[in-house]
């Protein structure tokens, strides 16, 4: 059974960083991307970043205009685990983020577009 289960949430202050953690099972991990998205109330799903694979030729990173340059995404291969580490975070970053298996091994739409399984999400709330 695939799992993946986001966490590392909470609140902070604008200006402030978090570490969000992906711990992911019941798929061979090094031949999927994994990928970031987020959830604000009222608002549609948005694409966060992602990474691909283990087996894939570049292992690259990819991040959403809204976060690039403060949030950095990488692996753990062998733990099975994915981190986001978001710095300088700002009031529009509240949000419930997901982590999830994406369909391929490489990286498309920041996330979302290639998002087949998810888990329960992890609440971020950036205080001003």
């Known amino acids: 059974e695939v799992q993946l289960q986001a966490s590392g949430g909470g609140l902070v202050q604008a200006g402030g960083s978090l570490r969000l953690s992906c711990a992911a099972s019941?798929?061979?991990?090094?031949?999927?991307?994994i990928g970031w998205f987020r959830q604000a109330p009222g608002k549609e799903r948005e694409g966060v970043s992602c990474i691909s694979s283990a087996s894939s030729a570049d292992g690259s990173a990819h991040y959403a205009d809204s976060v690039k340059g403060r949030f950095t995404i990488s692996s753990d291969n062998g733990r099975n685990m994915v981190y986001l580490q978001m710095n300088r975070l700002k009031p529009e970053d509240t949000a419930v983020y997901y982590c999830a298996k994406q369909k391929y091994y490489y990286c498309s739409g920041y996330g979302l577009q290639l998002a087949d399984f998810w888990g329960r999400g992890t609440q971020v709330t950036v205080s001003s």
């Open positions: 019941g798929f061979t991990f090094d031949d999927y991307a």
